[in-house]
């Protein structure tokens, strides 16, 4: 069966054809985009769920991470987050568990109707007992795997290779490798003396991922940590490094996506969201934030929204929500729904930030309309979360102004004041 890119070399997809319709963009436009490796559609033929195209054309999208850990393994906590990030407008779910039944936990994120990624290097972990004892046999057989049971993209850290790891030791950084996968792979390297065999036999991943037309999405191994470490040379070298496999990957027909930058300065956020894009050919670009301050844990989804938003007016096309427990505990599903719903607003201003007149978007005109009428209903029709918002509106009662201005509200005033001016004439 050949990949949705050479399909689109020679023809339309029916699933190309959906994300255009989908999109607003035209369909030819859309399977050339994917041609040009500027699109991907996470679409595992062996697993059937709405579809969700990311890249050129399409909005910004976010998915949300799911999954165990070694401290909490509950099968049914993971089910109830899953299910929350996709009703609060998670376009994408990953799972990221690293305890108790891997296999099990997957087979359920998989069920879920929505795009599913995972790390296949944290189960080849978890199998072998420690990051040392991962050699590639087992790594590539876990890669499999997930193929097989119908993951649509994954994140591979290709890019973590002995240069990187020069660098690395050449240029410290406050914190050396803050990625789980960017650390498995380091550990791999230092302490077996070889190789990243994901990036010694990209060719060989390659052939696995056409063979089940699965996206890879390149991994910030050496993503900086900290705003500290954003000018340190190590992601410099990762990102050279994706950049090339990206190209070798669109040659080989594979769908990929680039991942980074991590936490950084939010002056630098427009400028390593361009050099990643010029660098990987405008391949989609995946974001984990960015993080633009380290001194606000408990509003870490805050923090990546305000980078989410700044890279997505860059051409960032892929948001990876942050909840409010980053750096501090494994999420609750309360944590799911506020980091969703704030990684979507930081979407919505990126897309319509992209271009001089993109702001001029009918549902911000239909809002300030709504607003000058005073038309509450509208207003919680239009709005990103408008059960949230009615039930803020009418803690107080039910008022035609809010009940912060009350009888002194300026819409209704000023409203009244022009009425009266247009009936004396």
């Known amino acids: 069966m050949p ?161 990187a790891l020069a660098a690395l030791h050449a240029d410290p950084r406050v914190m050396p490798v803050v990625s789980r996968g960017g650390a498995f792979h380091v550990a791999m390297m230092v302490q077996r003396g070889e190789e990243n065999p994901l990036y010694a036999e990209f060719d060989y991943l390659l052939e696995i991922l056409s063979e089940y037309d699965v996206v890879a999405s390149l991994g910030d191994g050496m993503r900086p940590g900290c705003i500290q470490d954003a000018d340190r040379h190590a992601k410099t070298v990762e990102y050279l490094t994706l950049g090339r496999l990206a190209g070798r990957a669109l040659d080989a027909g594979v769908q990929r996506m680039i991942e980074g930058p991590g936490h950084i300065p939010l002056g630098q956020v427009g400028y390593n969201v361009q050099v990643i894009k010029e660098l990987s050919n405008d391949a989609p670009l995946y974001l984990l934030g960015p993080l633009v301050t380290d001194i606000a844990p408990g509003y870490d989804h805050l923090v990546s929204a305000i980078g989410g938003a700044v890279a997505a007016m860059h051409g960032a096309d892929f948001l990876c929500m942050v909840s409010p427990s980053e750096h501090l505990a494994l999420p609750d599903v309360n944590d799911i729904v506020e980091g969703t719903r704030t990684a979507k607003i930081a979407a919505h201003i990126g897309d319509i930030s992209r271009t001089r007149e993109a702001f001029r978007h009918p549902r911000e005109l239909q809002m300030a309309n709504a607003r000058r009428d005073l038309d509450w209903e509208t207003q919680f029709s239009l709005a990103l979360f408008g059960d949230h918002a009615r039930s803020i509106h009418t803690r107080d009662g039910e008022l035609d102004t809010c009940s912060m201005c009350g009888d002194l509200c300026a819409v209704k005033m000023v409203r009244e004041v022009f009425e009266k001016e247009k009936n004396r004439e």
Do not use: W
Not at 48 to 55: A, D, E, F, N, T
Not at 71 to 83: G, I, N, P, T, V
């Open 3 to 163: 990949s949705i890119i050479r399909e689109c070399l020679t023809g339309l997809p029916p699933r190309v054809e959906a994300v255009a319709r989908m999109e607003g963009i035209k369909p030819r436009a859309a399977a050339r985009s994917v041609a040009r490796g500027r699109l991907v559609i996470p679409a595992n033929p062996r697993r059937s769920h709405r579809l969700s195209g990311i890249g050129e054309g399409c909005r910004v999208k976010v998915n949300v991470n799911v999954g165990t850990s070694g401290q909490r393994c509950d099968l049914a906590l993971e089910e109830a987050k899953a299910r929350a990030a996709l009703q609060n407008g998670a376009d994408t779910l990953m799972d990221l568990s690293t305890g108790g039944d891997l296999p099990a936990v997957r087979r359920m994120v998989l069920s879920m109707d929505a795009p599913v990624g995972t790390v296949p290097v944290y189960e080849a972990v978890r199998r072998a007992g420690s990051a040392a004892d991962v050699d590639a046999d087992l790594l590539f057989s876990v890669i499999r795997d997930h193929c097989r049971d119908g993951v649509d993209f994954l994140t591979l850290h290709c890019g973590v290779n002995q240069d």
